[in-house]
C-alpha cells in the first residue's frame, strides 16, 4: 500500500455471499469507485469520484478499463 487512495472490484456470488474474484489484485491508485449497474451480460460499470471516468469490467476481467472519460462526470 502507497498510502494513496486507490480501489478495486471485488465480484461476489450473489447466491452465497462468496468472493469470487477482485478486479485487480492491487488498487488502482487514485481512483475512487463508488456507484455501480451491472447490464444483462454481467459487464460492470462504476463511477470514479476521483476522475470524470467510468470504469468497466467483467468476471472473465484481469483489470478494470476506463469505458468512458468526461468532464461532464467531474465533480
Known amino acids: 500500500e502507497s498510502g494513496k487512495p486507490g480501489s478495486n472490484l471485488k465480484l461476489f456470488d450473489l447466491n452465497s455471499g462468496k468472493l469470487v474474484k477482485t478486479i485487480p489484485e492491487n488498487f488502482i491508485e487514485g481512483v475512487f469507485f463508488n456507484e455501480v449497474t451491472i447490464d444483462d451480460q454481467g459487464t460492470v460499470f462504476v463511477s470514479d469520484t476521483f476522475n ?17 472519460e468526461n468532464d ?3 465533480n
Not at 470524470?52 to 468512458?68: C, D, H, L, M, R
Open 52 to 68: 470524470p471516468k467510468i470504469w468497466t469490467a467483467n468476471a472473465q476481467s484481469t483489470e478494470a478499463k476506463v469505458f468512458v
Open 72 to 74: 461532464l462526470f467531474s
